[in-house]
């Protein structure tokens, strides 16, 4: 992990940061729902043998598709990214057998993390599901591969924007009341590069409309950025990333050669005191 320089004059907000090694527990997911932990980093969370197939899985996945949103890279699955409740769900029911093809027959950490995080809750009077609509669920999952060019493969961004601006159809609005928290497994990286990084930095509307992104929270100005501390992750195959997304993060350059950045990354937070909602 690397930190830069802390400039007098950038509005900062503070970063508590947790990094070890081993298998993740529930309780720092919660203390990541509650806003305790800012970023946490699990080094091999999971088994690379598993990381490898579902590297495999999703290469060959006949449901491979290019972005199309303004984000670059490649995916299996549903995003709720700009869409509408209807549009979402319909792409989420439509994605459950590609998703499921990522794991195939491999023991799925992705749901055993869900289950597992499900029991504990229960056990405070805490419901936590798939986020839904009438007729249809959102995906435990999905996988990306980012592919932008310049400095950051996927720009610097925040994750709070695009759940405000979800629409009314939605149950997620709540969240964003509370801690929007991003959770990546990463199944394969790239040799060099394709760090998290994060900064310490959570914008408010202000912020958002200064930088023309008040629906989205993507892509913030490298300009703007530039004074604000920030951490990088140095991730590797089998380990697990929680973040608070509202602080605004990116995925820095990587190797054009070798491996691929492959990530499963799905969304959770608070839409009530006793509901947490899961979605993609």
């Known amino acids: 992990m690397t930190t830069a320089q802390l400039s007098e004059t950038a509005a900062i907000s503070p970063l508590v940061i947790r990094e070890r090694t081993g298998t993740i527990c529930t309780a ?45 890279g490649q995916y299996v699955g549903a995003s709720h990214y700009q869409k509408d409740a209807a549009s979402y769900f319909a ?27 499900k029991r504990d809750l229960h056990t405070q009077g805490i419901e936590l599901r798939l986020a839904r609509a009438a007729h249809a669920e959102a995906n435990i999952c999905r ?30 609005a709540g969240v964003a009341r509370n801690t929007v928290v991003a959770l990546n497994f990463y199944a394969s990286m790239a040799e060099k590069g394709g760090d998290l990084r994060i900064w310490s930095h959570k914008p408010t509307a202000i912020d958002r409309k200064s930088q023309g992104v008040e629906k989205t929270g993507y892509p913030y100005s490298i300009t703007y950025l530039e004074p604000i501390p920030y951490h990088d992750f140095s991730l590797k195959a089998g380990d697990i990333a929680l973040i608070d997304g509202g602080f605004v993060h990116a995925v820095t350059r990587q190797s054009a050669n070798g491996k691929r950045r492959l990530v499963l990354n799905c969304f959770l937070g608070f839409a009530r005191p006793d509901l947490v909602l899961w979605w993609t």
């Open 28 to 72: 720092e997911i919660i203390s990541v729902l509650k806003g305790e932990i800012t970023a946490l980093h699990i080094k091999g969370g999971f088994s690379i043998e598993v990381a490898d197939q579902i590297t495999a899985n999703f290469v060959s996945n006949p449901a491979l598709k290019e972005r199309n949103d303004g984000v670059p």
């Open 91 to 117: 792409e989420s029911r439509n994605a459950q057998t590609s998703v499921g093809a990522l794991f195939g027959t491999l023991v799925d950490p992705v749901r055993g993390l869900f289950e597992a995080l």
């Open 143 to 172: 996988a990306l591969s980012w592919s932008g060019a310049g400095p950051y493969v996927l720009e610097a961004h925040d994750d709070v924007a695009q759940v405000l601006c979800a629409g009314k159809d939605y149950e997620l």
